[in-house]
């Protein structure tokens, strides 16, 4: 995530798809995180109350090794994931065998292989979508979606204590404001969620802190994070495609 926040803040637009170093050079920590992120669900009842996906067609972008497709499998009518990184494909396939309703392709967020309006809900959870820079992911998700479909957005929120602190701390050019005045004008409604993370013990929420910041912010992370859980707010931005013609 960091590399492509920091191509973006650069005005930099990749020619080709920018590595997210945790999950790709750490999947079985990345893992960890997973498991230990959003203990209460409260940003799957957020999504499940402004954008109910129960009997429709769902595309993950950048689902990397799937740990969300079955949670969308289970309500949903089809599934697909979409990961430009073909190792954590191959750990998806494992995760979603047995799912019918569940498919994997690989691809790009700035060229997803699907058909126009094919889908009715286009999701991405700390992936791809930071701010400027994403307009050409923005417009492939256009594409996809049905009139009345949705873009769901749901990144981290560097404006939240402690972690959206350490955040800054890594990206010092980061500034959150900018970034959601960028999603504002692009027609994103905003949500803020609170949400808390439990690790199992003191090694694993380590080991996650130190693949998600550099060292010298990693340690003094760890050292401010008494016990096995900590607070990590995120942004939840929801764009509609129009269901008909935009009158000026």
Excluded at 7 to 22: H, T, Y
Excluded at 120 to 133: E, K, N, Q, S
Excluded at 138 to 151: F, I, Q, T
Aim: one cysteine or more; glycine letters at 8%; proline letters at 7%.
């Amino acid at each position: 995530m960091r590399n492509y926040v920091r191509a973006a803040l650069a005005g930099v637009r990749p020619a080709a798809v920018v590595p997210s170093p945790n999950i790709w050079n750490w999947p079985e920590v990345y893992e960890i995180e997973n498991q230990a992120q959003d203990h209460g669900g409260v940003i799957w009842r957020a999504l499940r109350e402004d954008c109910p996906f129960a009997g429709l067609d769902v595309v993950d972008v950048g689902c990397g090794d799937g740990f969300h497709l079955p949670e969308f499998a289970a309500s949903a009518r089809g599934v697909i994931g979409v990961e430009p990184h073909r190792p954590l494909l191959r750990r998806a396939r494992q995760r979603i065998a047995g799912l019918a309703n569940v498919e994997l392709r690989h691809g790009s967020a700035e060229r997803l292989p699907l058909a126009d309006n094919s889908v009715d809900l286009v999701h991405a959870r700390t992936a791809y979508f930071f701010g400027p820079g994403c307009e050409r992911g923005m417009a492939e998700a256009d594409r996809v979606l049905r009139p009345g479909g949705a873009l769901v957005i749901v990144d981290l929120d560097a404006t939240s204590a402690p972690y959206g602190t350490w955040l800054r701390e890594d990206l010092p050019g980061y500034d959150p404001n900018e970034i959601e005045e960028f999603f504002t004008a692009q027609g994103f409604s905003y949500r803020a969620l609170e949400t808390l993370w439990r690790f199992r013990d003191r090694e694993s929420l380590a080991a996650v802190l130190r693949i998600e910041f550099s060292p010298a912010v990693a340690e003094r992370a760890i050292a401010q994070t008494t016990g096995l859980t900590l607070p990590v707010g995120y942004r939840m931005r929801v764009r509609r495609k129009p269901t008909g013609l935009l009158m000026p």
